[in-house]
């Protein structure tokens, strides 16, 4: 499997900014892309950014123009670059990855980083 490591999150005053960090780490694995999801209390978990090999990356309407998401595929680490965040951003965020593991298709999450933004 491809272990996943969250960093970065915390507590903000609306308006403020919070950069997310997802180390990919494992043997054997091809990243397809990685994504950040994100689950409020009595919410489902919903995406916020999504970012291909490749570079291509797409965003929920609600985070385009504040939420930016970044890759190195060097390390195989991912960012999330959140701007003007609000109240409403307030969620426990996961790294996602799918992956080829030992010739096996698979997704695999992260333990999650907690993020209150307080108004």
């Known amino acids: 499997q491809v272990q996943l490591v969250e960093s970065g999150g915390g507590s903000v005053q609306a308006g403020g900014s919070l950069r997310l960090s997802c180390a990919a780490s494992?043997?054997?694995?091809?990243?397809?892309?990685m994504a950040w999801l994100r689950q409020a209390p009595n919410s489902e978990r919903e995406l916020v950014a999504r970012?291909?090999?490749?570079?291509?990356?797409n965003y929920a309407d609600s985070e385009k123009g504040r939420f930016t998401i970044s890759r190195d595929n060097a390390d195989n680490t991912k960012y999330l670059q959140m701007n003007d965040l609000k109240p409403e951003d307030t969620a426990v965020y996961y790294c996602?990855?799918?992956?080829?593991?030992?010739?096996?298709?698979?997704?695999?999450w992260g333990q999650g980083t907690q993020v209150t933004v307080s108004s």
């Open positions: 970012i291909a090999y490749c570079g291509t990356s």
């Open positions: 996602n990855a799918n992956a080829v593991v030992s010739g096996v298709l698979r997704e695999d």
């Open positions: 494992g043997s054997g694995f091809s990243i397809n892309y």
